[in-house]
């Protein structure tokens, strides 16, 4: 079974922050990664796991909180396997980066 993808753009979000944390602490950083890894396997697994906010992204977007990390993962659960759109820390003004297109 394929697992969900991460967009470009979610792929080097996710490398900056994984660039960032790293300077100070590769730990994490790898943590982060791993801990991204699973929460792909399980939105492959249960695609309607995430919380819509429709008001923010419509529908067709989810957000998967990052276990231990202040990142959410927006992604398409209408796509077969899911599409990880965005990751994108939890202190940014979320509607606006996700108007960001």
């Known amino acids: 079974m394929a697992v969900a993808r991460l967009s470009p753009r979610a792929r080097r979000e996710l490398t900056e922050a994984i660039r960032r944390i790293a300077k100070d602490n590769p730990l994490a950083a790898e943590a982060l990664h791993q801990t991204v890894i699973k929460a792909a396997a399980l939105i492959t697994d249960n695609p309607r796991i995430g919380f819509v906010r429709e008001a923010w992204a419509g529908t067709s977007r989810r957000f998967f909180v990052v276990s ?34």
């Open 68 to 101: 231990g990390f202040p990142y959410l993962l927006v992604y398409n659960a209408e796509r077969h396997p899911p599409l990880i759109l965005r990751v994108v820390h939890g202190a940014h003004d979320l509607p606006a980066a996700l108007r960001d297109r």
